[in-house]
């Protein structure tokens, strides 16, 4: 039936051991997440402030007893007890007086900060930044122009969420290429060049086994150009990905823009007037438009 998934024998979307405790993602969907959670008897728990306070995270209790210590008091939680957060203050913390079942229900993505992957993943792109020093920081920009565009497009919330892990992976692939032809200041050969368009095909096998399957195929098409002229497979217009479409314009501003070692970044106008110029051409005009805007309402351009 459409729209109905069933879970059944123990289906996990995916599994992440922490300490004694295990994490099992059940179903993701607009944002939200349902996640199954073990810990052993005698092992605290913590709660954290969420990053958007707004966040509401709920716990139930599915089997054993745990307790909930504050300054002045000493409550039980047994099963089917249960407690949520939202606007919260400070960490708070459990003690699992048994082995505990817990089922922890967010309105925010929460699972991506417990995958080993992902954090590995995180230490790479890092790896890149030390090798090519604008790296790192190029992916906090291009992240925060592709959700300037986003957000005047309205997208999901999962979207968003792809959005947000692929543009932070979208270099990862930069790991194989060598220091120096990062780093060349004068053209690039026809061979280094090759060498560069790899990245995308190899960040793409990098995240492909992540969970969250969208973002590989993100990964593996921000340098694809409407028409045609881009890399690794030269696909066209309606082919590519919306959210690669949006990484590529923030990408390509952001490169224009940022200082390199070797050269000083083009003022915000000039690099808008270079993707208005190819609007239509590599970049989808709907979007760049949508981005003139959002940049003018931040007062990055002026009107
Ligand atoms: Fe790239
Ligand atoms: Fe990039």
């Given at each position: 039936m459409t729209g109905l998934k069933l879970g059944k024998g123990g289906d996990r979307i995916e599994t992440e051991k922490h300490g004694d405790s295990d994490f099992s993602l059940l179903a993701r969907g607009d944002g939200s997440e349902v996640i199954f959670q073990t810990i052993k008897?005698?092992?605290?728990?913590?709660v954290h402030p969420a990053e958007e306070a707004e966040t509401m995270e709920f716990f139930y209790i599915l089997e054993g007893e745990c307790i909930y210590k504050n300054d002045d008091e000493n409550i039980t939680l047994k099963q089917s007890d249960y407690f949520y957060v939202q606007h919260l203050q400070e960490s708070v913390f459990f003690s699992a007086l048994t082995d505990m079942k817990i089922l922890w229900y967010t309105?925010?993505?929460?699972?991506h900060l417990l995958s080993h992957r992902i954090v590995k993943l995180?230490?790479?792109v890092k790896q890149v930044e030390e090798k090519d020093n604008y790296?790192?920081?190029h992916s906090c920009r291009v992240q925060e122009y592709s959700f300037k565009i986003a957000r005047m497009l309205k997208l999901s919330k999962d979207r968003l969420e792809d959005l947000y892990l692929a543009t932070v992976f979208h270099d990862v692939g930069?790991?194989?290429?060598?220091?120096e032809i990062l780093n060349k200041s004068g053209r690039?050969?026809?061979e280094e060049f090759d060498i560069i368009k790899r990245h995308s095909y190899d960040g793409y096998v990098m995240v492909k086994d992540l969970y969250y399957t969208n973002i590989s195929h993100i990964i593996l098409q921000h340098h694809e150009r409407l028409d045609g002229s881009g890399y690794?497979?030269?696909?066209k217009e309606d082919d590519i990905m919306l959210e690669a479409k949006i990484i590529g314009i923030a990408d390509t501003f952001d490169a224009m823009t940022s200082d390199r070692p070797y050269r000083k970044g083009l003022d915000p106008t000039i690099a808008m007037a270079e993707l208005k110029r190819l609007s239509g051409i590599h970049y989808d005009s709907h979007l760049v438009d949508l981005f003139e805007k959002a940049l003018i309402l931040d007062g990055i351009l002026k009107k």
């Open positions: 008897q005698g092992k605290m728990f913590y309105t925010q993505p929460a699972f995180t230490s790479v790296t790192y920081q930069k790991i194989n290429i060598p220091e690039l050969t026809e690794p497979y030269g696909i």
